[in-house]
């Protein structure tokens, strides 16, 4: 069911059962169980999916270590068992990551970690091995059922600085346990909801769709076409995350203040030594103000995070030059003899963690788990449950949750789970890729090494992608591995409605910084073609791309056209050379 499709069917009968507000991985992930279960489900998202919080996590699946010491043993457990689902069920984008933890002392952090763990303290402190040992220890006791990815390991400061011969050399020893990462998060959103609406056709979604409240209903107001519709769900789930407390004030849902978010920022940098100087390792580490922060190798660069910092409107949420200075500051922390320029950092991103209201004078000590809580409805405003808190690595858990909530709401019955199903690319995961990629590439004419490419990006769907590509003339775009008919297929089967949409979550080339002006163009001539736009959208569109690029991820236009001259010169080198 098409855009267009799904308006008219809401114009012309406005009930649902549930309306879902919020495409971010926790809605569609609430959407996801309702379908799958035969409820009547609507979701609107006010942007594009997986396009707030979802498309700014750390890119870490993961148990939460430092969890342990707040006593949310439960949420390290169930985060723990979601991590090794997501290894099973999504393995071309979530893969294990070696972590390691470098280590400055002893004993400290012990009666600290202990008041903490009592209530009696909520101030950061630097953990020492004793401490870092019981909870890696307890980590490895969660998984032992389960053993899909190897224990942890001690290292003494030779062996530390063996392996790592630029890290502090103040190091007494480091631990290596195992977690997980995630390369394309918002492409595994939008593989979800996808699989949703291939298996339950019935099942409704809009991106750029915000609702609010008029006198006589729920409206749907369509930000592409400015059409507004009526709609009348028995229940909502309100799932925009740190937008939970706006969202019920625009539905007329009356409730004290849910959330009390923070905003996390984080760095992409284009360095080789301090790449090469991780050796394939995220490295898990504590600033000097007992701040967790984390780098590891990311798609050819390194991700650097993050901040920690009250935020009460998550639209005004973008990374400021503290925070910059910060991230670095603590990068010198680790790897004292590297040094990052402000040429190094390609990207940069921000995204507002949803916790729940709270005092608490540090930010680090704010519980991490996940709940609901339902808001009885009154006069032509319905109840709404309200999904708080949580964590990227539980999204599959929490939807079940609100899901479950609301099934015994409707008085329906649950009749499948989700805890063994695919995600998207992952379904009929290949035991030997590289024959899987062979096999593929000569069934579609295409060379092996682009075969790998598109399976590194899109798991086994890269067979309907190559499909696509094979089938006419196609070509690549300007310094860059994507192509002509890659980009036309996920225009056509991916819900892409912007230019942003396409640069910065359906593909990573923003993200990994080869984004430049003439592969912008590129991209934006094919999106024009294939959503008939004239030539004042188009230029709308890159004014409005441009903005937020400088926005939002430090990127600016004379950057944009360093990489096109950059690439004109290394042609030219390379035709005189030849």
């Not at 012309?12 to 495409?23: A, H, M, R, S």
């Not at 996808?194 to 979604?205: E, F, G, L, W, Y």
């Amino acid at each position: 069911m098409n855009r267009i499709q799904t308006i008219a069917g809401l114009r012309e009968n406005p009930d649902v059962d549930v309306l879902v507000i919020g495409g971010g991985i926790n809605g569609i992930s609430v959407f996801r169980e309702l379908a799958l279960q035969g409820v009547d489900v609507l979701l609107a998202e006010k942007g594009d999916y997986c396009g707030g919080a979802s498309a700014a996590l750390s890119r870490m699946v993961h148990g939460g270590l430092r969890y342990l010491e707040n006593g949310e043993f439960k949420l390290v457990r169930e985060s723990l068992l979601e991590r090794d689902r997501l290894l099973k069920n999504a393995p071309h984008y979530v893969a294990p990551l070696p972590t390691t933890v470098p280590i400055f002392d002893l004993f400290s952090g012990i009666a600290n970690g202990a008041f903490r763990f009592l209530g009696l303290s909520r101030r950061p402190g630097r953990r020492g091995a004793l401490v870092i040992k019981i909870g890696l220890a307890m980590y490895d006791l969660f998984t032992a059922a389960r053993r899909i990815v190897p224990t942890h390991k001690f290292r003494s400061r030779a062996e530390t600085l063996k392996v790592w011969p630029a890290i502090n050399p103040a190091i007494r020893n480091s631990a290596t346990y195992y977690d997980a990462w995630v390369s394309h998060p918002e492409r595994l959103g939008t593989e979800m909801l996808r699989d949703t609406m291939n298996q339950k056709p019935s099942a409704r979604a809009l991106n750029y769709a915000r609702v609010s409240l008029d006198d006589a209903s729920l409206v749907l107001n369509d930000r592409l076409s400015g059409e507004t519709v009526a709609v009348k769900p028995r229940l909502v789930v309100n799932a925009t995350g740190g937008w939970i407390d706006l969202t019920n004030l625009a539905i007329g849902a009356v409730a004290p203040k849910l959330m009390g978010g923070t905003k996390g920022s984080h760095l992409i940098v284009n360095n080789r030594e301090l790449h090469d100087a991780l050796d394939g390792h995220m490295i898990y580490y504590e600033n000097e103000d007992g701040r967790i922060c984390i780098l590891f190798p990311y798609l050819g660069n390194v991700l650097v995070g993050s901040t920690d910092i009250r935020i009460d409107d998550p639209d005004q949420a973008r990374c400021e030059d503290d925070e910059r200075q910060y991230i670095r500051q603590s990068l010198s922390f680790v790897f004292p003899e590297i040094e990052i320029a402000d040429s190094d950092i390609v990207f940069q991103f921000t995204g507002v963690r949803p916790l729940p209201i709270s005092q608490d004078s540090f930010t680090g000590r704010i519980p991490r788990d996940h709940f609901c809580e339902l808001i009885e409805g009154a006069g032509i405003v319905p109840p709404t449950l309200c999904m708080i808190g949580g964590k990227w690595t539980t999204f599959r858990s929490f939807g079940e949750l609100a899901a479950n909530i609301v099934l015994e709401r409707l008085c329906r019955q649950r009749i499948v789970g989700t805890e063994n199903m695919p995600i998207g690319g992952g379904r009929h995961f290949p035991m030997a890729p590289e024959k899987w990629c062979a096999e593929r590439a000569a069934a579609h004419g295409l060379p092996l090494d682009r075969m790998r490419s598109l399976f590194e990006r899109y798991g086994t769907v890269a067979d309907a992608v190559a499909a696509h590509m094979a089938a006419g003339h196609d070509e690549r775009l300007p310094g860059n591995a994507y192509s002509t008919r890659e980009i036309q297929y996920l225009i056509a089967n991916e819900y892409v409605e912007q230019l942003e949409d396409l640069l910065l979550r359906r593909t990573t080339i923003a993200i990994t910084g080869a984004l430049s002006c003439d592969l912008l163009d590129a991209v934006l001539d094919i999106l024009a073609v294939e959503k008939s736009w004239d030539a004042a959208r188009k230029a709308f569109e890159r004014t409005d791309f441009l903005a937020l690029m400088q926005r939002q991820h430090g990127v600016d236009l004379d950057q944009l056209s360093q990489k096109d001259q950059g690439r004109s010169a290394e042609c030219a080198s390379t035709r005189k050379s030849a």
